[in-house]
């Protein structure tokens, strides 16, 4: 896997005060895309141990609230094997910090993939342009949506997704 940033303190990528993984290789390419430079799979720099302590330091301070996986397409063919583990590996070590996964892809083809067992708030579906609205909370256009994983999996209909609570009527 290779990454371009991780960002400290943010507060636009989640809810409370998260870091944040941008990971390379996105295969959507959606126009207007804030972070084209992301797309390219083989950009950006190696995710190496230095990488991964610069995160689990950042994961310490109790007030940070979680991790988000953005990018770049997280679950890209190129990343979806070490982000896995490395959601795994953050499940383990810091149980009551969230995980948010920012993806094109859309819940209907995710919710059997065993890597939703670690994701607490997905954000699914393409950025589309003509959709945009910067007034929408955690995400960039009206046809994505913020998923409770956890609630939906635990649901009747894993298939229809629980919006976050902090996403209705958005």
Known sequence: ???????????????????????????????????????????????????????????????????????????HSANRPAVRELMKEIKEKYPDKTIWLYTGDIWENLYRDALMGFVDVLVDGEFQAERKDSKLLWKGSSNQRVIDVQASLKGENPKLPVLHCGDYGR
């Open 1 to 75: 896997m290779r990454y371009h940033n991780i960002t400290k303190d943010d507060m636009l990528n989640g809810d409370g005060l998260r870091v944040v993984l941008w990971v390379a290789g996105c295969s959507h390419c959606c126009r207007e895309c804030h972070n084209p430079v992301t797309w390219d799979p083989d950009g950006g720099l190696l995710f190496d141990k230095p990488a991964k302590k610069e995160i689990f330091d950042q994961l310490d301070k109790p007030y940070i609230a979680g991790i988000t996986f953005s990018g770049g397409d997280p679950l």
